[in-house]
């Protein structure tokens, strides 16, 4: 795939070796909605094997769904780390257990359980527990000619595939969907952009189809409008431009929603989303 053109800083952004483990589920019932309703369904967790990278995130009956293989480092110290260090599109290798060689990527995290989440080409082949090393790389990574825009959370060979166009001394971002400030929830005010997501709200159906958020997929690139994320997660600013990358299915619990993890911002606008329907990690990285 034909590369961008935006001169990074990549050859002096530190990549390290991190390691976590697949997951066991973990189920928080019942799930209450915003009319009241109750349910008792999967949440978090696990290796969910009819669900990950290109799939609708409304397709699930469930809450939080994490697509296809959910990984931590069980040490509640080490993992912090995992999750600020992990970013969309490192190389993920399996070390143990059945599946090991099989090499993947890192295609979200989620913030809150503080879970990386991993695409590998046969998840069949995995177990609980199964051992998992990345090659974190991405945090730090710098536009030499844009330094407004701040960069996080995205493999610096990841964000080369992205067909992003210079054009006025702005960047025109590809993307499948716009979501209006006023349609963002949780996770709106953590501290650490590097370390989490944030959902879009849900709870409005007419609102989401209006703006065709229901259409968005694991994977998929989404702006958000007059969002600041340099410094925080989800601040309001008018005129400023946030790109994240789609990581978690729809939810039901009022103010939540498929999950977001930012991989640009600008508080200028210098960002320009562009409506591209093939805007996704599965396409930019060849799955």
């Known amino acids: 795939m034909k590369k961008n053109n935006i001169k990074t800083n990549k050859e002096s952004v530190v990549k390290l070796s991190i390691l976590v483990e697949v997951a066991h589920p973990v189920v928080r019932m019942p799930v209450v909605d915003g009319d009241g309703r109750v349910y008792y369904f999967p949440g978090v967790g696990g290796i969910t094997y009819n669900f990950g990278l290109g799939d609708n995130a ?18 509640k110290d080490i993992n912090p780390t995992c999750m600020a260090l992990a970013c969309i599109g490192n190389k993920a290798t399996v070390v143990s257990g059945d599946g090991k060689g ?5 295609i979200g995290k989620h913030g809150g359980i503080d879970h990386v989440l991993i695409w590998v080409p046969d998840k069949e082949k995995l177990a609980i527990g199964d051992k998992i090393q ?15 825009i701040k960069v996080l959370n995205i493999d610096p060979e990841l964000f080369e595939k992205i067909p992003i166009k210079v054009q006025k001394k702005k960047l025109h ?3 499948t969907a716009i979501v209006p400030s006023h349609l963002t929830g949780s996770g709106i005010g953590a501290g650490n952009p590097a370390a989490t997501d944030y959902d879009m709200n849900t709870l409005d159906k007419e609102e989401i189809r209006k703006y065709k958020l229901d259409e968005v997929r694991i994977g998929d690139l989404v702006a958000i409008s ?3 994320n340099g410094y925080g997660a989800g601040g309001y600013k008018g005129g400023a431009v946030s790109i994240g990358i789609v990581v ?9 929603g498929p999950g977001m993890v930012i991989i640009m911002t600008s508080k200028e606008g210098n960002i320009v989303p562009v409506i591209d329907k093939e805007s996704n990690i599965k ?5």
């Open 134 to 148: 990345i090659k974190a790389w991405g945090q730090g990574l710098e536009l030499v000619d844009f330094p407004e």
């Open 283 to 287: 396409n930019y990285l060849g799955i």
């Open 102 to 106: 099989m090499e993947g990527y890192v």
């Open 58 to 75: 409304f397709k699930m009956h469930g809450d939080h769904i994490e697509p296809d293989v959910s990984a931590k480092n069980k040490d």
């Open 173 to 175: 971002v590809p993307v």
């Open 226 to 228: 007059d969002h600041y």
């Open 248 to 256: 978690h299915s729809d939810c039901f619990k009022t103010g939540h």
